[in-house]
T-cell receptor, first 116, second 112 residues
Framework: DTEVTQTPKHLVMGMTNKKSLKCEQH?????MYWYKQKAKKPPELMFV???????INESVPSRFSPECPNSSLLNLHLHALQPEDSALYLC???????????????FGDGTRLSIL | GESVGLHLPTLSVQEGDNSIINCAYS??????FIWYKQESGKGPQFIID?????DKRQGQRVTVLLNKTVKHLSLQIAATQPGDSAVYFC???????????FGKGTMLLVSP
């Protein structure tokens, strides 16, 4: 079992809906990440939070809005998504902040998102 | 044998064989590398990492080799088992930030 928990596991939403993805870790990690992964492709970085502050935004459209309420939680708010946004959304965490040098990231099992 | 499909290279081996999965990276400034295993319906799972001051690192049944001269990374899996069937990604870090760039991935299929 992964120590990074993501909910829900599956989500189907229409293009006008508003929904949120949630990620939680209790390892005391200080950096948290959102990735998007299309089928048979590698994960692509979207956002990085370090010590609860947004450090990196990889030019992600504003219909994706991240939030880090505290050091253990990471949300991704979704609004007015497009069919091409259907993908697996992965959350990851790493022990030190994002400027903490070489360190592995630990992934959750993702939310499978389908946009109708 | 190894084949390149439309999107994902695939390596097919028999149970008990040793597997070698290769990864070429392009950034000579990369100084930290990780191998991840991703099973169907799951997130990437950390297998082993290596820093650029090393050329070999061993774990349980796995060995990672790093050749900085030709910018090549490989993952060797000894006595491959059906449970090793998954997509394997290499990832590199080259910036002062702890961000990773993933390779395209290789699907490993292990036949009993």
């Amino acid at each position: 079992d992964t120590e990074v928990t993501q909910t829900p596991k599956h989500l189907v939403m229409g293009m006008t809906n508003k929904k949120s993805l949630k990620c939680e870790q209790h390892m005391g990690h200080r950096a948290m990440y959102w990735y998007k992964q299309k089928a048979k492709k590698p994960p692509e970085l979207m956002f990085v939070y370090s010590y609860e502050k947004l450090s990196i935004n990889e030019s992600v459209p504003s219909r994706f809005s991240p939030e880090c309420p505290n050091s253990s939680l990471l949300n991704l708010h979704l609004h007015a998504l497009q069919p091409e946004d259907s993908a697996l959304y992965l959350c990851a965490s790493s022990q030190r902040g994002v400027t903490g040098g070489d360190q592995p990231q630990h992934f959750g099992d993702g939310t499978r998102l389908s946009i109708l | 044998g190894e084949s390149v499909g439309l999107h994902l290279p695939t390596l097919s081996v028999q149970e008990g064989d040793n597997s070698i999965i290769n990864c070429a990276y392009s950034n000579s400034a990369s100084d930290y590398f990780i191998w991840y295993k991703q099973e169907s319906g799951k997130g990437p799972q950390f297998i082993i990492d290596i820093r650029s001051n090393m050329d070999k690192r061993q774990g349980q049944r796995v060995t990672v080799l790093l050749n900085k001269t030709v910018k090549h990374l490989s993952l060797q899996i000894a006595a491959t088992q059906p449970g090793d069937s998954a997509v394997y990604f290499c990832a590199e870090n080259s910036s002062g930030y702890s961000t990773l760039t993933f390779g395209k991935g290789t699907m490993l299929l292990v036949s009993p």
